[in-house]
């Protein structure tokens, strides 16, 4: 014990004089603390492991608390707090969004007396999904009316919101009909009202997070409003192919009568009307009207007749409309040119075609010299294809349907539905089986049959 405050005494003379210093207490001078993070490219949907890593001066630093927060919506929320293990690592899985600012991470360390405070952000990467489009609706459509065609875009099992184009098949390419956005469902409809068959799909470029895509094709048959005409499968066609007429206008017949427009009348002219004739353009009057086609679709047709029998022929064709009655085409006469033979339009080729008309300037077929009634304008010929025409030379335009009838396009007796529609108009089936598909408009003060035709059929 003595020698023990000896030496104590000694250290302390030695202190005192400033020969000998006290060694200091080890502190941790603090190093550079770093805060990382990565996470590989992720399909939106789907988790990413993002790894946290921090470190001081160069070394781990373990059970380490990290707050984690995300960007939604414009403004951080809190995601997790995770902490380091023994390597300073910290992993968490985030669900990659579709919208590529709503994959943004940060992560913050508070710092503690050894290791200063540290941060990091990070982008999460999506990785494109591929992406797939249907497109569904009905097979089939009625003509004047419309379908819904449904789009469905996905990805990755979710439904995909963004732009999608409809396209339609015309002319050997696709063309663009209309552009929508799906909705939050992946999901949009397009209306569509095609007039003919149709095809269809819908294509979508690619989004930050799915890959474009282009659907199936999408078939739609375009039916008839009406019933077709079914006829005969023996029955021959018509000689002439018509081109279809141009499809109805507006509901219903719609019949409008109008003089005869300048353009009509330079078409007529050298045709159908030539000087000499009975009736000038002052006379005459041009009808367009609707009528059923006998594929069963609505087209709109034109004839041109007197003014004072135009109006029965209206009212007749009309009450065909409402009652379905077909015609077979409706063009006026002077499409077919001039025939050297009839001195008028060639109704030759006009009965050939099938096609339903009324004015034309020209002589009796197989009677040459002898003016037909239908240079007077009061004249219709409806339907000749299935309703022939006895003349002295033979039978117009053909032998088959001759002892042949239809419900609705050929007739063959008075109690006929075309007959009696035309009777009830002021219009007369005046010569019965020897010309089945020409009929009178009674005019008062005019003669029914004219003169030279008594004891003939003057078609």
């Not at 005192?16 to 590989?40: D, F, I, M």
């Not at 992993?91 to 405070?117: M, Q």
Request: proline letters at 7%; charged letters at 20%.
């Amino acid at each position: 014990m003595r020698s023990y405050g000896v030496v104590a005494g000694l250290l302390t003379l030695l202190v005192a004089a400033g020969l000998l210093v006290p060694a200091a207490a080890e502190t941790y001078a603090g190093g550079p603390t770093e805060l990382t993070a990565a996470a590989p490219a992720a399909v939106a949907g789907t988790a990413a492991p993002v790894t946290l890593t921090l470190t001081g001066d160069g070394l781990p630093v373990p059970g380490a608390d990290l707050t984690v927060e995300r960007r939604t919506s414009g403004s951080w929320a809190p995601l997790a707090v995770v902490t380091t293990d023994a390597d300073g690592a910290a992993v968490l899985e985030v669900t990659l969004a579709t919208r590529p600012a709503d994959n943004r991470v940060r992560a913050r360390y508070d710092g503690d007396a050894e290791h200063d405070a540290a941060s990091v952000t990070l982008y999460l990467a999506l990785r494109r999904a591929v992406s797939r489009l249907r497109l569904t609706g009905p097979a089939t459509v009625v003509d004047e009316t419309s379908a819904t065609l449904t789009a469905r875009w996905r990805a990755a099992r979710l439904p995909v919101a963004g732009p999608v184009r409809l396209q339609q098949r015309r002319g050997g390419g696709w063309h663009t009909v209309r552009s929508r956005r799906t909705g939050a469902d992946g999901e949009v409809g397009f209306r569509v009202a095609p007039r003919t068959d149709s095809r269809w799909r819908v294509v979508a470029d690619a989004l930050p997070w799915a890959t474009g895509a282009r659907s199936a094709v999408h078939a739609l048959e375009n039916l008839p409003p009406g019933t077709p005409v079914s006829l005969p499968r023996a029955a021959p066609e018509p000689r002439v192919a018509l081109p279809r007429q141009a499809r109805a206008v507006g509901a219903g017949a719609r019949p409008t009568i109008t003089p005869i427009p300048r353009g009509v009348w330079r078409q007529m002219r050298g045709n159908s009307w030539h000087r000499g004739c009975p009736v000038g353009r002052a006379g005459l009057r041009l009808l367009r009207i609707n009528y059923w086609g006998y594929d069963g679709y609505r087209y709109r047709g034109e004839l041109v007749a007197a003014a004072e029998a135009i109006a029965q022929m209206a009212d007749a064709l009309a009450a065909m409309y409402r009652r379905q009655l077909p015609i077979r085409s409706m063009y006026r006469v002077d499409r077919f040119g001039w025939s050297q033979r009839l001195r008028g339009a060639d109704d030759y080729a006009s009965m050939a075609a099938g096609n339903t008309s009324a004015f034309n300037c020209r002589d009796v077929v197989g009677r040459p010299g002898v003016r037909s009634p239908h240079a007077d304008g009061r004249s219709l010929d409806v339907n000749p294809w299935e309703n022939p025409y006895r003349s002295q030379q033979g039978v117009h335009p053909n032998r088959w349907w001759l002892t042949r009838s239809d419900p609705r396009v050929a007739w063959r007796s008075r109690g006929h539905a075309v007959v009696r529609v035309m009777a009830r108009n002021g219009l007369r089936w005046t010569y019965g089986l020897g010309d089945l598909h020409h009929f009178d408009a009674a005019v008062a003060g005019r003669r029914l049959v004219p003169r030279g035709c008594a004891d003939a059929v003057c078609h």
